[in-house]
């Protein structure tokens, strides 16, 4: 099956850590490949002036924190074509001066131009399109849609352009076959915004299937806990809550230690409020380290939490139930659905510091045997969720 990807973020692997997009498409690519499909990707790229692309780090990770989303080197934006994944990847830049904002009806027009021209030269017809976020891979997929005929899809990863007047979604979705969110909680969101008949479906992501092979199911960690450990992977933004993370802990009298891997604009102020509730001897920031220093981490973990403000879907969280960790998530956000309280983890409020505090204290008070019952059900549940069975799942739904 020839499948055609459009979508605004793409990591580039030779880029290093200098490109920090998230791996959610990569992940998607690289299992159709494996399942022996042929693959482009067009990598419609924000691309501001260049000198906001320059800008030193300290000065980005202040934009960051106050737009919400990275912001890649010049070299992570600029049009390029490379081979990865056993795909074809074009990045093609659309030029925007404002976050936020949808290209105009030209700058649309252009870029579907560009995309055929590259289709036609590698004779190249796709059976599917499928983009991923909203702007500008809906408008383009509507136009596509009318020279190709084939199945079209869009997975939304928020409900920031379909909730604008000025983006008009309806215009576009009547030339996409099937829509998509990335969790139970955003389907139900899209199908009310949208006025749909059927709820979209879900597209979550997959844990790797060699990470999977990596991880066995440990459950002797939570025999005879003389320190509980604790453990928080992402970005250090306001919306993630480490804050919250933190006074709930703070105010805890059994034995813990947290770790808080990542980095961001948020890291100083989170130091200081360790320091303020007199917690600092108690967490680690371990800063931005290696996936398979993550996976070290979590396999030496008894709790992870992230309970950040509207998450779309975090994979961490797969990851830290195929870890057996005891997994903590958000009511109403990406994984509620995925994770079902008190069976296979929990969930908590978003943000609420109060709430999470007593749910740790009915953790660690709670029986062994309830505990490991808990953790296992997460590490089965996880294992449902390979890269490859997810992949699997997203093209029969879009396909049928």
């Known amino acids: 099956m ?41 990598h419609n790229s924000h691309s501001y002036p260049r000198f906001i692309h320059d800008l030193p780090k300290r000065i980005k990770s202040k934009l960051e924190f106050d737009m919400g989303f990275p912001i890649s080197d010049y070299d992570g934006v600029r049009k390029k074509y490379f081979e990865q994944q056993g795909a074809k990847v074009f990045r093609l830049p659309i030029k925007k001066y404002i976050p936020h904002t949808s290209p105009g009806n030209r700058t649309i027009k252009n870029q579907v131009n ?23 891979q809906m408008e383009i997929i509507s136009e596509l849609k009318s020279i190709y005929n084939c199945k079209t899809a869009i997975v939304l990863h928020g409900m920031g352009y379909i909730n604008s007047e000025k983006f008009n979604a309806s215009k576009y979705i009547e030339n996409i ?40 199911l440990y459950l002797n960690k939570y025999e005879n806990i003389k320190k509980w450990k604790i453990t928080f992977v992402g970005r250090l933004v306001s919306y993630k809550n480490v804050d919250s993370i933190i006074k709930a802990l703070s105010n805890i009298e059994v034995e813990w230690e947290l770790n808080i891997v990542g980095d961001g604009a948020q890291e100083e102020e989170l130091k200081k409020l360790t320091e303020r509730l007199n917690c600092d001897d108690k967490v680690n920031f371990l800063g931005h380290i290696s996936r398979d220093e993550v996976m070290e981490v979590l396999q030496d973990t008894h709790i992870f939490i992230m309970i950040s403000t509207n998450e779309v879907f975090g994979l961490v969280y797969l990851e830290a139930m195929a870890a ?12 509620d659905g995925v994770i079902r309280n008190n069976l296979n983890g929990y969930l908590c409020k978003q943000g609420d510091s109060y709430e999470l505090n007593k749910l740790l204290k009915k953790i660690m008070s709670s029986e062994v045997e309830e ?25 029969e739904k879009i396909t049928r």
Do not use: M
């Open 371 to 395: 505990i490991k019952k808990i953790a296992n059900n997460a590490y089965v549940t996880a294992n449902k969720y390979s890269d490859y069975n997810v992949a699997k799942s997203y093209l």
């Open 114 to 136: 560009k995309i055929n021209k590259i289709l036609k030269h590698n004779k190249f017809k796709p059976d599917v399109i499928t983009g991923h976020w909203a702007s500008p």
């Open 324 to 335: 057996s960790c005891l997994t903590i998530a958000s009511k109403d956000g990406g994984v």
């Open 177 to 216: 076959d099937r829509i998509g969110a990335r969790s139970v909680y955003q389907a139900k969101k899209a199908k009310d915004i949208l006025g749909l008949d059927i709820l979209p479906f879900v597209c979550n992501s997959g844990v790797p299937n060699e990470y999977l092979n990596h991880y066995n």
């Open 2 to 42: 020839n499948i055609l990807i459009l979508t605004s973020v793409y990591r580039d692997e030779s880029l290093g850590k200098r490109d920090r997009s998230t791996n959610i498409v990569n992940s998607f690519v690289k299992e159709w490949s494996r399942q022996g499909h042929s693959i482009i990707v067009i």
